[in-house]
């Protein structure tokens, strides 16, 4: 299961994920992010509750971050120490912004 709770303020874009990010609940992120996403130029991801991100979660987050690359800035705040092993096994911390 996966709580995603968005705040839009002009052109910035605050995501906060709680649960889940796996097969079931990526195309949900996907269909939100996509949802919001035009106009935007300052997109946060914000995973202080997020537990687990599968390579379908993955996928998204790649995703969003070739559309702010042509737009603007993406980041990816407060995460838990498993998620980060996760995005440094996989490479991720090469292609996304992330801090903790």
């Not at 996907?30 to 509750?49: N, Q, R």
Request: aromatic share 4%; proline share 1%.
């Amino acid at each position: 299961m996966l709580k995603i709770n968005k705040t839009v303020e002009e052109a910035k874009a605050v995501v906060a994920l709680e649960g889940r990010l796996d097969t079931v609940t990526a195309p949900e992120l996907e269909a939100d992010l996509m949802g919001i996403i035009d106009g935007i130029t300052e997109l946060v991801l914000d995973f202080e509750t997020l537990d687990y991100i599968s390579s379908a979660g993955l996928r998204v987050l790649l995703s969003a971050q070739k559309t702010m690359n042509k737009q603007g800035t993406m980041k990816i705040v407060h995460v838990k120490e498993v998620i980060m092993d996760i995005f440094d096994m996989t490479g991720f911390l090469d292609i996304l912004t992330v801090e903790q």
